[in-house]
């Protein structure tokens, strides 16, 4: 079959629907990524294909306005560059592109003002949900919501948020999982980098770190606990440098993310330590670039894609009303693993 493009005017349903030898409806149905799989594929081919030789696109327009949609989710994250957050943002507009949807990419700096700006500012703009990212606490996310009757699902914050639906990662876990690497290579004075507990990330990093070394049967010594923030490459190796100038001596280190890992690489070298023989060092975040590290990091892999992925299923359930009322919140709560290279080894002092 090959499509005549009709004379210069708007093309429609009507005129892919003759083209294609289908009712208007099914075309409708074939070009929605949500409904297209009722119909078998050759239909859906052969739709496609007139379509395109028409050069026909979609109204969304028109179709927010017969259901009363927007088909735009609002995603409001920290940071969208920041290699903590691209691979969340990546994975919800890919998510919610399957589903139909456009993504509004607004970021927040994770400060109260500007995240109450942007979402009230998304909710001023009808979009059909708002996803918000945040590295601090899940009071802190809803102190600062100005979003109306918007639905709402949250990323990173603990999962007790109330009426809205969250998406975790399980950051005790993850530290725990790293902490527990260690303990098994022989390390007794293992070194914490972290953020303040009153982060989320943070408090899940201290907690972990306490009952994790507790369940071993060793103490608890400040001296090896260190604040880093903001958790970057220079923080990092300060924080890492104020371990053994004060005397802590640590055989081993957690770090808060790999930025700050690679910190810590630097500030032993200089320190004339070599990691693994002298002090191993575990990251926390699977960064693309800790492979590349000499040597290659091991690390707490985070499943920063599936959060997206499972965020974009929360809201589009809430926008579409899958969610019968009554029902119980969801509160998704993602599980990390140790990616294990080069960096860690048993201790030689």
Same mark, same amino acid.
């Given at each position: 079959m090959t499509a005549r493009r009709l004379p210069d005017r708007s093309i429609t349903q009507r005129d892919v629907a003759r083209v294609a030898g289908v009712h208007r409806a099914t075309v409708s149905r074939a070009l929605d990524p949500r409904r297209r799989e009722l119909l078998d594929p050759a239909t859906v081919q052969k739709v496609a294909d007139a379509a395109a030789g028409l050069g026909y696109t979609p109204n969304a327009l028109a179709r927010g306005l017969k259901t009363n949609r927007s088909y735009v989710v609002g995603l409001a994250v920290p940071d969208a560059s920041s290699p903590d957050y691209a691979p969340i943002v990546g994975a919800l507009e890919a998510a919610l592109r399957d589903g139909g949807y456009t993504a509004l990419v607004a970021s927040t700096g994770d400060e109260h003002e500007t995240l109450a700006s942007v979402t009230e500012g998304l909710a001023a703009r009808r979009v059909d949900g708002i996803v918000v990212a945040t590295a601090k606490s899940a009071d802190f996310a809803l102190r600062s919501l100005r979003v109306g009757e918007t639905p709402v699902v949250l990323i990173g914050a603990t999962p007790?948020?109330?009426?809205?639906?969250?998406?975790?990662?399980?950051? &005790?876990? *993850?530290?725990? !999982? $790293?902490?527990?690497?260690?303990?098994?290579?022989?390390?007794?004075?293992? *070194?914490?980098?972290?953020?303040?507990?009153?982060?989320?990330?943070?408090?899940?990093?201290?907690?972990?770190?306490?009952? @994790?070394?507790?369940?071993?049967?060793? /103490? !608890? +010594?400040?001296?090896?606990?260190?604040?880093?923030? /903001?958790?970057?490459? @220079?923080?990092?190796?300060?924080?890492?440098? $104020?371990?053994?100038?004060?005397?802590?001596? /640590?055989?081993?280190?957690?770090?808060?993310? +790999?930025?700050?890992?690679?910190? #810590?690489?630097?500030?032993? $070298?200089?320190? +004339?330590?070599?990691?693994?023989?002298?002090?191993?060092?575990? &990251?926390?975040?699977?960064? /693309?670039?800790?492979?590349?590290?000499?040597?290659?990091?091991?690390?707490?892999?985070?499943?920063? *894609?599936?959060?997206? @992925?499972?965020?974009?299923?929360? !809201?589009?359930?809430?926008?579409?009303?899958?969610?019968? +009322? &009554? $029902?119980?919140?969801?509160?998704?709560?993602?599980?990390?693993?140790?990616?294990?290279?080069? #960096?860690?080894? #048993?201790?030689?002092?």
């Open positions: 007790a948020a109330g009426d809205h639906p969250t998406v975790s990662i399980d950051h &005790g876990l *993850g530290a725990e !999982i $790293a902490l527990s690497h260690l303990l098994r290579l022989g390390h007794r004075r293992i *070194g914490l980098i972290a953020e303040r507990p009153t982060t989320s990330l943070g408090a899940a990093h201290h907690e972990a770190y306490e009952r @994790t070394l507790a369940a071993a049967g060793l /103490p !608890i +010594d400040p001296g090896l606990i260190e604040i880093c923030e /903001p958790t970057r490459v @220079t923080a990092g190796a300060e924080a890492c440098a $104020a371990l053994f100038y004060r005397g802590a001596a /640590p055989t081993a280190i957690l770090a808060p993310n +790999d930025g700050a890992a690679l910190g #810590s690489y630097s500030a032993l $070298a200089e320190l +004339d330590l070599r990691v693994p023989q002298d002090v191993s060092v575990v &990251g926390y975040g699977n960064t /693309p670039y800790g492979r590349y590290f000499a040597p290659p990091l091991t690390t707490v892999s985070l499943p920063l *894609g599936a959060a997206g @992925t499972e965020a974009v299923a929360c !809201i589009l359930s809430l926008v579409e009303n899958d969610r019968a +009322d &009554g $029902a119980p919140v969801e509160h998704v709560q993602l599980r990390p693993h140790l990616v294990h290279r080069l #960096s860690t080894a #048993s201790p030689q002092r």
